[in-house]
């Protein structure tokens, strides 16, 4: 596989799994761009014996979570959420604001802590298994399933359980 098509096939993949985190559609389009950036050099050190292109551009992605959010230069209390832009004319790429489930999934989100929604990315956008986030978060497999049991609980509390339901299938 090229670049480009590495590129073109998981473009919209990575921007799904970066907004759910940030929430904020310029912070997305910078990350995004930087995600592929970085890829787009270490392309030629990619080993699909080692991980798949997939695996291999979300490790890049979380990789640029991870930095953004531990970054002392970034602060959140500058950061225009998206729903004091909605008087800006900003192109809906994705239909979000004529989706009521895109809605309510924008809506839930943004009443989770940083960390459930990273549990959520990984879980709904990574596709990723309990051991395989237990890894990544350096827990165990049961702490992953106890953190999904009162992620879920608190949802439901927050949410039609019909949308809900359709949200997470």
Not at 57 to 79: E, F, G, K, M, P
Request: charged letters at 35%; hydrophobic letters at 35%.
């Amino acid at each position: 596989m090229t670049f480009e098509q590495v590129y073109n096939e998981y473009f919209s993949y990575v921007y799904n799994i970066i907004y759910a985190r940030t929430l904020n559609r310029t912070e997305t389009e910078d990350l995004v761009s930087d995600v592929f950036f970085r890829a787009m050099e270490n392309f030629k050190k990619f080993d699909p014996t080692k991980a798949s292109e997939k695996t291999w551009i979300c490790t890049i992605a979380r990789n640029r979570l991870i930095d953004y959010y531990r970054s002392s230069a970034r602060t959140r209390s500058v950061l225009m959420p998206d729903d004091d832009m909605k008087d800006f004319p900003v192109e809906d790429d994705y239909n979000i604001e004529k989706d009521d489930i895109n809605k309510e999934a924008h809506r839930l989100l943004a009443l989770l802590s940083d960390e459930e929604r990273e549990l959520i990315s990984m879980r709904y956008f990574m596709d990723l298994k309990n051991p395989e986030i237990a890894d990544k978060l350096g827990i165990s497999s049961k702490a992953v399933c106890e953190r999904f049991r009162r992620l879920l609980k608190k949802l439901e509390g927050l949410s039609d359980k019909k949308l809900l339901r359709e949200l997470l299938t």
